[in-house]
């Protein structure tokens, strides 16, 4: 059996994802690393296109057929065996109890994930009456009690509501009503709060944790916005071209950035209280093209600190601080911190 | 509904890192990039090659022919269709040739039947000397394909009088695919005329529009073709005919152009960019024409394609049930009336071959018409 | 729901005062009337007729009456008596011609119609499910060699085959000793027995146009968000396939009943001449050779009828399954 760290629930552990195109082989996850403690929440940061919803989807094995997977994702079961989720049937049994049980996700476009033509109260008692054995009218009144939970005024009359008579913020509540139907220990959101207006942005990011507590759940929040990731997580993992660039506990990776890309993050959120006609300092450059395999560190072309050695070779994970990690080659393993002027 | 309803995640279908792609296809005018994506659609190619090929043999078609189409052969009534032979008892013979044929009567039915004389030989020769025609109408020639200078050939036999069914075939397809493309155009122009005015100034035209193409549409076409085509004077000259019926196949062929020219005009009319023309102080017109027109021909063009084949069954489909070409004027579905009874079907069942060609040119068209909506949505997919 | 309905009914009003208008412009398109017609028969048959008599026969059929009028008098007839006019031709009622041919006319377009769906719809749903596979591949040509057959040619074709291989004619939809006989079971079989051929005939052409739409409906929808969100919650794929996706491409499918129908009454048209079946077509196709214009415009005004009845039909169908019209 594969050995994973005794307080983490989900182990990511050099997870590759191809996908073999007409067009040619896109790789968009190359070697990502990173673990979930259970009952804590992992932030993972990128720009889009960086992979963060390849993994995500990984997790659950929900990508396209086109897709071809490598690596391991570890889950701890309820009864503390160890599944290794890459080796599961995407659509199998195995898989499927994991996603009726274990694993549930959120979705950003709550409006498309559901369907339009099914009443509320049929898409989310589904999962419960097959996971879970309820009857039609058990499964209804939980239904109810979760839409009550979530903060959908008048839950009873909502249930038989369909989809397209929710507005943008209560149906994103239906959604992780339809998510915790089936009492996860682990909730995947993906970018749940893009497609809302920013006022109830914040209602559903706080919506979330207060189920995370209330569920005691472990959480994985794919985000492109540091400041959600400040707000909601312990740990956060900065992607860049389909690596994981830099991780750590959420207040070191603020507090003591070191992978410049992070840097250069953190730089680029306008500030609220910044000077006025303080510019917000872009990252220069494109994202380069995911088809050809980068030689030296994919980030380096627009790197304020590149070096010769940039262009040559991945750099390695180098662990900078307790639980902080990063892959830059101007940290080399067993150099103390380099003097590096602030970008 | 929610439009954003039809985007999907977009890392998952295709990831959006494709940044090389992308360079170029930046750069790419939109026809550049629906070649790109219709040179993938290997059955829209050969389709493509197809259609090229038969408005060549119908452009061609007197000199390709060995005969004139309303040429008789007396004595060769309901021939079928001959082999071309390149070897026999006699050996190998790098020059294709054919049988002669020889009339029987067989006794017992009283049918009249040919058979091949295997003792001798009829050469085929190419650029042979025949009947003179004018080539595309203006140079005068007598140069045909192939012939058999000392003997006759038909390669898909005769009909009931004696008249060359190839030959017959490939003049037949001037008319037949060239009703297609008028009656389309004709449709076009009515369909984005109409259909413009209707999306552009909404209101009371596009309702008063918008009833009249509901009411044409529940006609059934074929009824309603064939009342129109009743209409057409008897006396009326072949080219009129002709004009009278691409007339009437394209006046209900319009409505569904009318209505997709509609539909497109409302969602554009409200881009960003045509607002933007608007409030620079852009005329009307120039308007349409500069910016509304080009920003869906392409889908305009692959409807076109795929409404080609309607036009064509429909010529075909009138002239078989005798209400619309009529002979001396030669199509497919003039021919294909010489098979409308069981017993001349039994006879002489290759009088169907104009049929195959009809199926193959719609088929054709089709693929082809497949092929271009693909590619019209360059960014898709 | 009822409200809707009702909206939808008076809506058709306007609707088939317009058909009605044109079916009679069209059948008084031609130059010359059915006197004309006549006349030039008798001649032909040696008859001399002198103008007292055609005058006579002119105004006994009100043909020296302004258009409109007589428009108006059709049209009168019609809704107060059912009265359809006079055929000509025929020397009858029109109203006795019409019905029992009309009825056979939707016997053969609604059963093609029905066919077409049963044949499509596992067609479409395979083909999408596989798709860009060799069966794909094959069952969409297929479909496209349906499409591009003319109804005529495949009849032609089915006409040979059962001929020359079986030695028997399909044409028509009653054997002899039925056709004058009145309705009976035995009737009804034999009508059964002949309906095949055009059922054939008229369904492919349908089928093909089917497939593309349902097939292409089914491609788009197994792509939505909602599809992998079924997925997310462990469902099984067949299961959720048949729930989510396919439940929700069939919206555009029954829409289609709008179009499939006049199609069908098309195709039925041609294929009723070629295989000479006792339909509306054949009728309809002599009546306007000999300009017989009460029965040619009854018969376009009544299939243009079904035809709106069909859309009206297709319309409450997409009413009852799709909750976003319902509510809008």
């Given amino acids: 059996m594969k050995k994973m760290a005794p307080d983490s629930i989900l182990d990511v552990r050099d997870l590759t994802v191809k996908f073999f195109l007409d067009e040619g082989t896109v790789h968009a996850v190359n070697g990502v690393s990173f673990s979930v403690p259970a009952g804590r929440s992992v932030g993972i940061v990128g720009e889009s296109g960086c992979g963060k919803t390849v993994s995500a989807y990984s997790i659950t094995r929900l990508l396209p057929k086109t897709a071809r997977i490598s690596g391991e994702i570890l889950f701890r079961e309820r009864g503390g065996d160890i599944t290794n989720i890459t080796e599961l049937e995407p659509d199998g049994g195995d898989m499927r109890r994991i996603r009726g049980k274990e694993i549930s996700m959120i979705f950003q476009e709550p409006m498309s994930s559901l369907s339009p033509v099914h009443k509320i109260s049929n898409q989310l008692s589904e999962a419960i009456i097959q996971f879970q054995g309820l009857t039609k009218r058990q499964a209804r009144a939980r239904v109810i009690e979760l839409l009550q939970l979530v903060g959908i005024p008048q839950a009873e009359r909502r249930v038989d509501d369909y989809p397209f008579q929710l507005s943008g913020g209560m149906r994103q509540r239906a959604m992780i009503a339809m998510a915790l139907a089936r009492n996860p220990r682990v909730l995947i959101a993906d970018e749940p709060t893009t497609a809302l207006d920013v006022t109830l942005q914040a209602q559903v990011l706080n919506l979330i944790r207060d189920m995370q507590d209330e569920f005691k759940l472990s959480l994985i929040l794919i985000t492109h916005d540091l400041g ?39 730089h680029s959120i306008p500030k609220l209280r910044g000077r006025r006609g303080e510019r917000v300092e872009p990252i220069p450059g494109f994202v380069p093209s995911a088809y050809a395999l980068q030689e030296g560190c994919p980030f380096c072309e627009r790197c304020p600190m590149r070096e010769e050695r940039c262009t040559k070779g991945i750099p390695q994970r180098v662990q900078v601080g307790s639980e902080h990690y990063v892959c830059c080659h101007v940290y080399q393993p067993g150099e103390g911190e380099p003097d590096v002027v602030n970008a | 509904m929610d439009p954003n309803q039809a985007a999907i995640h977009p890392e998952l279908t295709e990831p959006e890192v494709l940044k090389d792609a992308e360079a170029k296809v930046f750069y790419a005018t939109q026809w550049q990039l629906m070649w790109w994506k ?18 060549l043999g119908a452009f061609f078609a007197p000199m390709i022919a060995p005969y004139r189409a ?14 071309i032979r390149f070897y026999d008892e006699q050996g190998f013979s790098l020059r294709p040739f054919v049988y002669p044929l020889r009339q029987e009567i067989d006794m017992e039915t009283m049918q009249r039947h040919f058979i091949e004389d295997p003792t001798t030989r ?51 397809g001037q008319i037949s695919m060239s009703i297609g493309l008028v009656g389309v155009f004709l449709s076009l122009f009515l ?15 596009d309702n008063v529009i918008q009833r009249v193409i509901e009411v044409l549409r529940s006609f059934p076409t074929i009824p309603l073709w064939m009342a129109l085509s009743a209409a057409l004077p008897p006396d009326l000259s072949p080219i009129g005919v002709y004009m009278g019926i691409t007339i009437i196949l394209s006046l209900i062929g319009w409505t569904a152009l009318g209505r997709q020219v509609r539909g497109k005009v409302l969602a554009i009319k409200n881009e960003d960019f045509v607002i933007a023309a608007r409030l620079s102080g852009t005329s009307e017109p120039r308007i349409i024409l500069s910016h509304l027109i080009p920003s869906f021909m392409s889908h305009i063009i692959a409807s076109l394609t795929l409404a080609i084949p309607s036009m064509i069954l429909a010529e075909t489909s009138l002239s078989f049930l005798g209400i619309g070409l009529r002979p001396p004027v030669v199509s497919w579905g003039v021919m294909l009336q010489k098979a409308q009874n069981v017993h001349a079907l039994m006879m002489a069942p290759w009088l169907l071959i104009p049929g195959i060609f009809v199926i193959l040119y719609v088929l054709a068209f089709n693929f082809l018409g497949d092929g271009l909506r693909d590619a019209a949505d360059p960014y898709g997919n | 729901m009822l409200r809707y309905i009702a909206k939808r009914l008076l809506n058709m009003i306007p609707m088939l005062i317009l058909i009605s208008i044109i079916s009679f412009i069209i059948i008084q398109l031609p130059p010359g009337s059915y006197l004309h017609t006549m006349m030039a028969e008798l001649r032909a048959a040696g008859d001399q007729i002198s103008m007292d008599q055609i005058e006579a026969l002119r105004i006994h059929y009100s043909l020296d009456q302004p258009v409109h009028i007589q428009y108006l008098n059709w049209v009168k007839g019609i809704i107060t008596e059912g009265n359809f006019g006079f055929s000509f031709e025929w020397n009858r009622p029109v109203k006795h011609l019409i019905w029992e041919r009309l009825a056979l006319s939707l016997v053969v377009s ?36 349906g499409l591009s057959t003319p109804n005529f040619m495949l009849a032609l074709i089915l006409m040979y085959i059962s001929s020359v291989f079986f030695g028997f004619s399909v044409g028509g939809l009653f054997s002899p000793e039925y056709l004058m006989a009145p309705w009976s079971a035995a009737k ?26 349902l097939r292409n409906n089914l491609l788009d929808e197994l792509g939505k968000p909602y599809v992998v969100a079924a997925r997310s919650k462990g469902i099984g794929i067949a299961r959720l396939t048949f729930k989510y996706p396919v439940r929700i491409a069939l919206i555009p499918f029954i829409s289609t009943v709008g179009w499939q129908l006049p199609q069908m009454i098309s195709g039925e048209a041609v294929t009723a001449t070629v295989l000479s079946l006792p339909t509306a077509a054949p009728l309809l196709l002599g009546a306007l050779r000999s300009q017989d214009m009460y029965l040619a415009g009854s018969f376009l005004l009544l299939l243009s009828s079904l035809t709106m009845i069909g859309t009206l039909i297709s319309d409450i169908l997409l009413v009852l399954v799709d909750p976003r019209i319902r509510y809008e």
């Fill in chain 2, 122 to 172: 009829v050469p085929i020769h190419f650029f042979v000397r025949g009947s003179s025609y004018k080539l595309l109408g203006l140079f005068p020639a007598d140069i045909h394909l192939f012939g058999a200078e000392d003997g006759k050939v038909f390669l898909f036999g005769t009909d009931d009088l004696g008249r060359d069914m190839f030959s017959r075939i490939l003049f037949g």
């Fill in chain 1, 228 to 266: 959600v990731v400040a707000h909601m997580v312990d740990y956060v993992s900065i992607m860049y071209l389909g690596m994981v660039v830099e991780s750590g506990p959420v207040i070191e990776i603020f507090d003591n950035p070191k992978h410049p890309y992070t840097r250069g993050l953190m």
């Fill in chain 2, 191 to 205: 369909g984005l005329l109409f259909g413009g005015i209707s999306g552009y100034y909404g209101g009371a035209v």
């Fill in chain 3, 110 to 145: 609604v059963s093609s119609l029905l066919v077409s769906w049963i044949v499509a719809f596992p067609i479409a749903i395979l083909s999408a499910l596989k798709k860009h596979t060799f069966l794909d591949y094959f069952l969409t040509f297929v479909g496209f060699l």
């Fill in chain 3, 188 to 213: 009804v079989v034999d009508l059964l027995k002949h309906l095949w051929v055009p059922m054939v005939v008229i369904g492919t052409s349908g089928t093909a146009g089917l497939i593309r739409v």
């Fill in chain 2, 70 to 83: 309303d040429e008789r052969h007396r004595g060769y009534v309901y021939v079928p269709p001959q082999k």
């Fill in chain 2, 38 to 55: 219709f040179r993938k659609h290997k059955a829209a190619m050969a389709a493509l090659v197809i259609v090229v090929m038969m408005y």
